[in-house]
Structure formats: structure tokens, C-alpha cells
């Protein structure tokens, strides 16, 4: 006869409370992933917000902003400075260079002045006996300047060509070449600088040739100088 002791059905339920144990921890262990990974999800997402969030300017103390060079102004229309590098060479103001012819014909007795030297308006370059009344004139200069050009000597006669050339040295403009890409950017009135040697001077545009020159096909410009009294400036000078 067999036996069966008491508490025999025993054995299922412990296999059951196991079974529930093993359960139970592993919903702990899912609990604990999925709370790391919404943490990181969270944390995550708070960062993102918060490179959204950064503004894309930057805020300078107004104090500040004069000691970084940096200057406020109201926006508005106004010029927009363009400049263009040319070269050329120095010359007188045409406006003040005379060419000095005898009144009227005759042989030319004295010469007075050479050149290089300088004169004063109405001062003597020549003496010329007139041909009909046998008198003698003096052939004065219209300019102050100096004496550029002199194409008389003592015994020749004077008659329509040119005795002399006078100019003012001092009224010097740079005669500039500007060519096909720099013409538009020309204009009369424009301000401008020339280096002369290690100086600078200042000065304006004072006439822009209508025609191109046939040789250079380039435009030719000119600037009136403001050059200073001690400066060692000379026309034709490059």
C-alpha cells in the first residue's frame, strides 16, 4: 500500500511562487531599463531645446562697443567711395602757360631774361626795334612764372612766331592715362591723391578728355595739385 504525506501538492506551488519571483523581478529590471532610457531620452531632448533656444546674436555692453571700434549709426542713403590707381606724369596748368610773341615785327636788340630765370608780369623778356617806326619795345611777360622756352637771339627777327614761353611752375596738375576698365569711375569734381615721390598730395579732377589718344587708346585725365610751397615737385616730373 502506498503512502502520500501530507503537504504532497506542496511542490507546484513553490514551482508557482518561483515562477511569480522570476516575474516580478524581471518587470523590476524592464521598470529600470526603460526609466534609464526615458532619463536619457529626457535629458536628451532638454539639451536639443536648448541649442534651439540659444540666441544667434550677440549682446555688447554699449560702454564697451567705442573701445572695440565699433560705431552706431542710423541706416540711410549716402555715397559709396570707389577709387582707381592711375599713372602719368606732372605738368603746368595749362591755363598758365603763355607763349610771347612781338607786337609787331622787327629785329631783336636785347635779350633779358634766360631760361630758368624768373620774371614778373610785364617784366622785359626782349627789346625788338619796330620795322616801320625804328623804335624800340620791350616784349613783356603776361605771367608771373619763369622762362620755359626761349626761341629768339639777338639779330634775328621777330616776326609771328612765338619769342618765348612763360609759366608758373608752381601751378602744377598730373596729367593721369586711364583706361577702358577705370573711364566709368571719372568724373570732374572727384577727389583725388598723387604720390610724388614719398609725397602726398591732395587735389581734384579737373577735366577728362572726351576723345582716347590714338597711340595709348587711353583717356586722358587731369588733376589740379595743391602742392605746398617747400614741396620738390617739378612738371614732367613722373
Known amino acids: 500500500t502506498g503512502l502520500v504525506a501530507c503537504g504532497a ?11 511569480k519571483a522570476e516575474s516580478k523581478a524581471g518587470a523590476e529590471q524592464h521598470s529600470e531599463a526603460d526609466g534609464h532610457d526615458h532619463g536619457a531620452e529626457s535629458e536628451e531632448g532638454h539639451e536639443h531645446e536648448h541649442e534651439e533656444g540659444e540666441p544667434d546674436f550677440a549682446k555688447i555692453d554699449p560702454a564697451r562697443a567705442p573701445e572695440l571700434g565699433i560705431q552706431v549709426a542710423k541706416a540711410a542713403a549716402g555715397p559709396i567711395d570707389e577709387s582707381v590707381l592711375l599713372t602719368g606724369r606732372l605738368i603746368i596748368d595749362p591755363r598758365r602757360v603763355a ?8 629785329l631783336v636788340r636785347e ?5 630758368g630765370e624768373p620774371v614778373r608780369r610785364g617784366e622785359a623778356l626782349a627789346r625788338v626795334e619796330s620795322n616801320e617806326s625804328l623804335t624800340v619795345y620791350s616784349v613783356p611777360a603776361p605771367l608771373d612764372g619763369v622762362v620755359l622756352v626761349r626761341n629768339t637771339n639777338v639779330g634775328d627777327v621777330a616776326g609771328s612766331d612765338p619769342l618765348f614761353q612763360v609759366g608758373d611752375v608752381r ?13 566709368a569711375l571719372l568724373r570732374v569734381g572727384a577727389a583725388a591723391r598723387i604720390s610724388i615721390g614719398e609725397q602726398q598730395v591732395d587735389g581734384r579732377v579737373v577735366s577728362v578728355a572726351p576723345e582716347l589718344e590714338g597711340r595709348t587708346q587711353a583717356r586722358r585725365v587731369r588733376v589740379a595739385l595743391q602742392v605746398p610751397a617747400d614741396s620738390a615737385a617739378v612738371p614732367g616730373q613722373f
Open 171 to 183: 601751378a602744377l596738375q598730373a596729367e593721369l592715362q586711364a583706361f577702358t576698365a577705370t573711364r
Open 111 to 115: 635779350i633779358t631774361k634766360e631760361v
Open 9 to 19: 501538492s506542496p511542490p507546484p506551488a513553490a514551482g508557482a511562487a518561483a515562477a
Open 99 to 106: 607763349l610771347v610773341r612781338a607786337r609787331f615785327p622787327g
